[in-house]
């Protein structure tokens, strides 16, 4: 063995990589590389069998770790229809007739079923498909149970929160389901339980962005606190030229007009025109070192860097530097483009469940099939265990078959309304149902693929909706004494393959509570985008697609381990011994895609274009609504069932 690669090996154990986790005495659920090489087991098992997987004893997704999310199995088979292979055997005509079939089993297309079945009647017979082997489509909840304790954590969509609040319909979605964001959020978030241990905030500064790897505190927020005085003294421990100090004081805590001479509203519109990097560089006149602190704020709502963000989408998110500029609020005249944001309206309600949105999802399946989920309440939903065995029973009206990729949806005859084919592929066999009306809540820009028969123009309007890759990780630990021995609770990573992470969500919901001792297990989350900087948002979104589905789990595993253990350098933490599960959600198609005014006309995204009605066939999801919130997927949702039933 050569000395580089003896050297390799031995940071690799010192990181714990190839370390077995024992099931028995400490972590149950699937070992951490159970799915990096293909199929979870009882998945690749039921490809040679008649019977499905979410039918066998014990099947139950959310306790998977490994590579999760976009996991083997889910996209190879939409891969190939896209790339024009052959990917039919002998079809097999399953001999089923449903009134509605939702192709999606997110919360966008569980809507739809809710939405169907108010309109059309309880006896509405619905099939609900999806590529995944759970439903949720991106309110993937992850589970661990470490040391006999339960600990859950959302693997995609988080919050109960939009720019705008609910409408009536969404709304009243939410109240059907018992969910009241405002009453939940004041009775179980506990946000004093860090703080009051005298856990903060910090930033680990990277030696390879910043020459130096150093942890430095920052009471008061994420980027620390607002005050000139205590942002200097932050600042002044940062591995930083003092120019760079000086300008990010200013642009922190300064209240320079950068646009003098203009009105709020023409500053919006010039705002509206440039990048966040250009209005610091060019307005601002900031240092250019400034950036490597800075390139990376905008990652975790956009999915790309603040080269390929408007300066006036990030006023709108509450990034520093606008303060003298005296914005008021509301929208730009510019298209009455409103920025993405809480700035412009005041934005919606605001709630998080342990599991993020998965629990929205978990209780719209029991709405339509209660026997799956044993739980009638938003707080009783998070520790019941869901029944998979009965989402697809031959009696149920509402059935949801999973890990079963949509291949071809087309209208029985040309022009027609109220018939259509659903083509789908499921371990390895082709099958065809029919249907009366079909709802298509999946990924607006594969669309075309599964549409071939759909007209040129509106196929160009969906392929233009490209969606954020992004990754949610979630790490279980043993304990996080050593997150209290450095006083942070949540570490921004302004260089790191991981942009931030932090313990979870401090909560107290129905018989579910996060760990309040340093002593206890706890799970950390971590965020990662793959956006490649100097190109624009859509093509850095297409280069970090391909950068996730071509990064194996092992890379992911070695730079969780190696920059957790460098960023808590001191504190005694072990990432061989503390690391005691992985879970990576990878979304190569992530968030909806959002207007951006830097690459985007003026009238906006061809929305109405993309999600024309065909026939029978109507497009819902997020993706046709211009937005990645929860209340635009409910809202389109009803309004495709709309157009389907008048």
Not at 44 to 53: F, S, T, Y
Not at 495 to 512: E, K
Request: net charge neutral; aromatic share 8%.
């Amino acid at each position: 063995m050569s000395d580089e690669r003896a050297k390799d090996h031995g940071e690799d154990r010192d990181l714990g990589m190839g370390r077995r986790i024992e099931r028995r005495d400490f972590l149950q659920g699937m070992p951490i590389a159970a799915l990096a090489a293909g199929l979870a087991p009882q998945l690749a098992e039921a490809a040679a069998v008649e019977r499905a997987a979410q039918d066998r004893p014990g099947y139950y997704p959310p306790a998977l770790t490994g590579m999760r999310g976009s996991h083997p199995g889910s996209f190879e088979d939409a891969h190939a229809l896209r790339d024009g292979d052959a990917v039919g055997s002998k079809l097999v005509d399953t001999g089923e007739v449903y009134d509605l079939v939702v192709v999606g089993a997110g919360i966008s297309g569980l809507a739809a079923a809710h939405f169907y079945r108010e309109a059309a009647g309880k006896g509405a017979r619905i099939l609900i498909l999806d590529n995944h082997d759970d439903f949720g489509g991106h309110a993937k909840r992850n589970e661990f149970t470490v040391g006999g304790r339960q600990l859950i954590m959302n693997g995609g969509t988080m919050g109960i929160e939009s720019p705008t609040p609910y409408s009536a319909v969404a709304d009243g979605v939410m109240k059907t389901l018992g969910i009241r964001p405002e009453e939940l959020a004041k009775a179980s978030d506990d946000h004093d339980l860090y703080s009051g241990l005298g856990l903060g905030a910090g930033v680990f500064f990277d030696k390879e962005t910043f020459g130096e790897d150093k942890l430095v505190r920052s009471p008061g927020g994420r980027r620390g606190p607002k005050s000139r005085e205590g942002y200097a003294a932050f600042l002044a421990e940062a591995p930083l030229s003092a120019a760079v100090r000086r300008d990010i004081l200013d642009i922190e805590t300064g209240d320079t007009d950068y646009l003098p001479g203009l009105s709020s509203d023409e500053k919006k519109d010039r705002l509206s025109r440039i990048s966040y990097r250009d209005f610091l560089l060019q307005h601002a006149k900031a240092d250019p070192g400034v950036i490597a602190f800075y390139q990376h704020q905008t990652d975790g709502l956009w999915g790309c860097g603040i080269d390929a963000v408007s300066a006036l989408d990030c006023w709108g998110s509450g990034l520093s530097g606008f303060q003298g500029l005296k914005l008021a609020p509301g929208a730009t005249p510019r298209m009455g483009y409103t920025p993405g944001g809480y700035a412009a309206t005041g934005g919606s309600y605001e709630f998080h469940f342990p599991d993020g949105n998965a629990s929205i999802a978990r209780l719209l399946v029991r709405h339509l099939i209660p026997a799956a989920i044993p739980a009638d309440t938003a707080e009783g939903i998070v520790t019941a265990r869901a029944d998979y065995g009965q989402l697809d029973r031959p009696g149920n009206p509402v059935r949801i078959r999973l890990s079963s990729i949509v291949v071809n949806a087309a209208n029985t005859s040309p022009n027609s309304r109220t018939g259509a084919a659903v083509i789908y592929r499921r371990f390895g066999k082709t099958y065809r149902v029919r249907a009366k009306h079909v709802v298509l809540a999946s990924w607006n820009m594969m669309i075309p693929y599964i549409c071939p028969e759909l007209p040129d123009a509106q196929k160009a309007a969906l392929h233009y909706l490209i969606k954020t890759p992004l990754v949610y990780t979630t790490v279980a630990l043993r304990n996080w004494q050593a997150f209290a021995k450095l006083g942070v609770a949540n570490v921004s990573c302004p260089g790191g393959y991981h942009t931030d992470f932090g313990l979870m969500q401090a909560q107290h919901i129905g018989r579910y509570q996060t760990p309040r001792s340093p002593d206890e297990p706890i799970l950390v989350h971590m965020t990662r985008t793959p956006a490649k900087p100097g190109l624009s948002e859509r093509q850095q979104h297409q280069v970090g697609r391909m950068d996730l589905l071509t990064t194996p789990l092992e890379t992911f595993e070695r730079n969780i381990r190696s920059q957790m253990a460098r960023a808590m350098a001191g504190s005694g933490f072990d990432p061989a011994r503390d690391i005691v599960g992985i879970t990576v959600n990878r979304w190569p198609h992530g968030y909806a895609p959002e207007y951006n005014s830097l690459v985007d006309p003026d009238e906006g995204l061809p929305l109405k274009a993309a999600r024309a009605r065909f026939g029978a066939i109507t497009i819902a999801n997020a993706d046709s609504g211009g937005g990645a919130y929860t209340d635009v997927a409910m809202d389109q949702a009803h309004r495709a069932v709309s157009e389907l039933l008048g």
